[in-house]
């Protein structure tokens, strides 16, 4: 559905229905004849009392009704409390003689939309305009809450179901596979050398193929992991995460020599586990793609404020919620596509954190109120192409074939999806046969002071 | 000391029964070993009921969780709730890592969970340190046995 | 201060207590063991009041050594605790002791101990025995991750 402001202030709308509370047929008159010569399409019906008037909302639905201050019986300012009760958007624009700008004022207060003067009627139609168009981008807005929120929840169910059958199909697939891996290997063992070269051969691609299948399982087992529950998360100290990744990592940091180099890191609010294969990947990562030297890795962070530079809001103009009064609000509404969502209500700390070098924008989140670590794994490996900097962090992409380096090209995956999950960004920087720097954001523990660890 | 110590293994897919008796061939010490594949006949094996009355009863079983008729959480239930059957150590051995089914057997008496390993070296391993811990380190209580 | 503690020795006798440090600290099981020298100090520690109430239940230590001969409170009156309160009967406790009494065996897994030990005499042996039930509980074994909620969810499973 496209929404979009229209293009002049004086544009004809289709037609509609005005109600004028009115008890001076010249004065009504007068108003029509102003509206005509405007070019608006529409027709009137005028009433004077208060039960007309009820009658004429509840059976006629007027797009706009322009009301008299002063009536006999009753007051224009009344007819606000009628439209408020019978629940029903329609702008009222009091079209009235001498009024008080202290009146006036009180008047917009308490919800009318604007006021003209009936000896300033060639302000009317301009008046007419702006309640009609900004009526319109109300009610297409709230239509588009809707959609957007239906949308969102069958998103959020799909999703889930895919979530699910993912995890379900990765662990159920696990046993039977687990009986061909060991029972082609053991075949192996127990065959080989005895039957002939080609059975040997057989049995070998048998064994690979099936081993492959395994660790192709469980990364994907993990992958759909990391966003299945909402886990656990307390205050972890990542101290004491890095000394378990570490020791996972021992047989590799010891084969390859690597030296990792680590600030003192603060605590966060994350999970424990998930934070350990995080930076179990990264790391892990990082002395994979080693080049001929030594690997040297270094960890460190940084702590990000609120009002941080490093955090680049996006390009798009705020959207107010109070469309009335400006007119210079060039209103992007509400864009519903697919799963990209744009918040529109503007809240305080509203901030996006976007990758240096993309300008895609990613959803919109509020900060928590203590702010990000901001880490950081750099190392001096093979590099990375600038044409891939993006795409290395989807599912199975890999960059190398598996006889240069082993693994699935899930690992990045499912860091994304971890560091996503607290409301952070990940992204790397790099360039081919320079290194890499990983960076991803974690909230800080609740509690924690300004740039103290625990 | 003791002699053949006897181990119970309740598993309900052959292919990983003949694994762990594979696995426990390999052994320095040569265990008896006895196996039934689902909850029920684990429980008449352990209480020596009909076919199993005169079954002498396991040094120690070697359990998984997820077992047709009677699911292997009900069967750790009832040997631990039973005053005779609850000094046997039990090893669960299952493909579930997850957090919950640990506490859960932990909670229900089980004496350690060992994961499956999808790795066949692994796998026989951990069963080879299964055996090696209990028969070989820890001091069970005297069975039937001797 | 981080209170995760991977291992809780309960031993009075300090030859002993350094043996198994040794041992453990050299095959790098256990990232951190933490020593009480009798019966109550031990549950103070598991139930985490007296001296260690800043403790938490959450992070319990993977493993128990718990010796049997204690001063103030004796180790199975230990065990006995630890596993009738549903706070703390997860944490899998094994039995190290020179006792040669099967009563002892008996009525310790009859109580829910994990596992009995028996201390070997011999030194290395000592080293050895440590080694590998340090192996096996600590690396072999999984031990249960007490966290409230993830008990709440997996009951509601």
Not at chain 1, 148 to 171: C, I
Not at chain 1, 269 to 283: K, P, S
Request: glycine fraction near 6%; proline fraction near 5%; include cysteine.
């Amino acid at each position: 559905m496209s929404i979009g402001p229209t293009k002049t202030e004086t544009a004809p709308v289709a037609k509609i229905h005005v109600l004028q509370v009115e008890d001076n047929p010249l004065d009504s008159e007068l108003v029509q004849r102003e509206l005509r010569r405007a070019g608006f399409d529409f027709t009137a019906t005028v009433v004077q009392t208060r039960a007309d008037f009820i009658r004429e909302v509840e059976e006629h639905c007027p797009q706009i009704v322009l009301a008299d201050y002063n009536l006999p019986q009753w007051r224009g300012m009344e007819a606000l409390a009628v439209l408020e009760h019978e629940n029903v958007d329609v702008p009222l624009i009091l079209v009235t003689g001498a009024l008080g700008e202290v009146t006036a004022v009180e008047c917009l207060k308490k919800g009318a939309t604007d006021y003209v003067l009936k000896g300033a009627l060639a302000r009317l139609p301009v008046a007419v305009h702006r309640a009609l168009r900004e009526r319109t981008l109300r009610l297409q807005r709230k239509m588009a809450e809707h959609e957007l929120a239906q949308k969102v929840e069958e998103l959020a169910r799909s999703n889930k179901e895919l979530e699910q059958f993912a995890y379900v199909a990765s662990h159920d697939l696990q046993e039977p596979l687990r009986m061909v891996a060991s029972y082609t290997q053991l075949l192996g063992e127990r065959y080989k050398g005895k039957l002939d070269e080609t059975a040997d051969k057989y049995i070998d691609y048998a064994v690979e193929g099936a081993k492959r299948m395994q660790t192709l399982i469980q990364d994907l087992l993990a992958f759909s992991r990391a966003g299945r529950n909402r886990p656990a998360q307390s205050d972890v100290d990542c101290n004491v995460v890095m000394k378990d990744v570490l020791q996972n990592l021992a047989s590799s940091i010891d084969e390859s020599g690597a030296v990792i180099a680590c600030d003192d890191l603060p605590v966060v609010a994350a999970d424990r586990m998930q934070l350990t294969q995080l930076l179990q990947n990264l790391i892990g990562n990082a002395i994979k793609f080693r080049k001929d030297n030594t690997p040297l890795i270094s960890v460190k962070v940084e702590r990000l404020k609120v009002e941080s530079a490093r955090i680049e809001p996006i390009k798009i103009a705020p959207i107010k919620t109070e469309l009335a009064k400006n007119e210079s609000a060039k209103t992007e509404a509400t864009k519903v596509e697919g799963a990209r969502i744009e918040a529109t209500k503007l809240e305080p700390a509203k901030l996006e954190a976007t990758k240096p070098d993309t300008a895609k924008p990613e959803v919109v989140k509020t900060l928590p109120a203590n702010g990000f670590w901001q880490f950081s794994v750099s190392d001096e490996g093979i590099g990375i192409a600038p044409e891939h900097l993006e795409s290395i962090f989807s599912v199975f992409h890999r960059l190398n074939t598996r006889a240069e380096y082993p693994g699935n090209g899930i690992g990045l995956a499912i860091s994304k999806k971890i560091v996503e999950q607290y409301g952070g960004t990940i992204w790397v920087e790099s360039s081919p046969g320079q290194g890499s720097t990983f960076k991803f954001t974690l909230p800080a523990a609740i509690g924690q002071a300004k740039g103290a660890s625990a | 000391m003791v002699c053949t110590q006897e181990v119970l293994i309740v598993d309900d897919n052959p292919a990983d029964l003949n694994l762990a008796q594979e696995a426990l061939a390999r052994c320095k010490r040569q265990n008896k070993i006895s196996s039934v594949t689902d909850g029920e006949q684990a429980v008449a094996f352990l209480f020596r009921r009909g076919a199993y009355i005169n079954q002498l009863r396991p040094n120690l079983v070697i359990l998984d969780l997820n077992l047709p008729k009677k699911d292997g959480r009900a069967v750790l239930e009832e040997l631990k709730s039973d005053p005779d059957l609850r000094k046997i150590p039990v090893v669960i051995f299952s493909t579930s890592q997850a957090s919950s089914d640990i506490v859960r057997s932990y909670q229900l008496g089980a004496n350690c969970y060992v994961s499956k390993p999808v790795d066949l070296k692994a796998y026989f391993a951990a069963l080879q340190s299964i055996e090696e811990f209990w028969f070989g380190l820890a001091r069970l209580p005297q069975g039937e046995g001797e | 201060m981080s209170t995760t503690v991977d291992m809780l020795l309960v031993e009075d006798s300090q030859e002993d207590i350094d043996l198994a440090l040794h041992a453990l600290r050299r095959e790098k099981l256990a990232n951190s063991i933490f020593v009480v020298r009798d019966g109550e100090e031990a549950l103070n520690f598991l139930f985490c009041r007296g001296t260690f109430a800043h403790r938490s239940f959450n992070g319990p230590p993977k493993l128990v050594l718990l010796d049997l001969k204690l001063p103030k409170i004796d180790g199975l009156q230990v065990l006995k605790e630890l596993k009738s309160d549903p706070r703390t009967k997860t944490i899998p406790v094994v039995i190290m002791t020179s006792s040669k009494e099967e009563r002892d065996v008996i009525e310790g897994y009859d109580s829910g101990a994990n596992s009995f030990i028996q201390k070997p005499v011999d030194f290395d042996q000592f080293r050895e025995t440590v080694k590998s039930l340090g192996m096996y509980w600590l690396v072999v074994n999984q031990a249960p991750v007490t966290d409230r909620r993830i008990e709440a969810r997996g009951a509601a499973q």
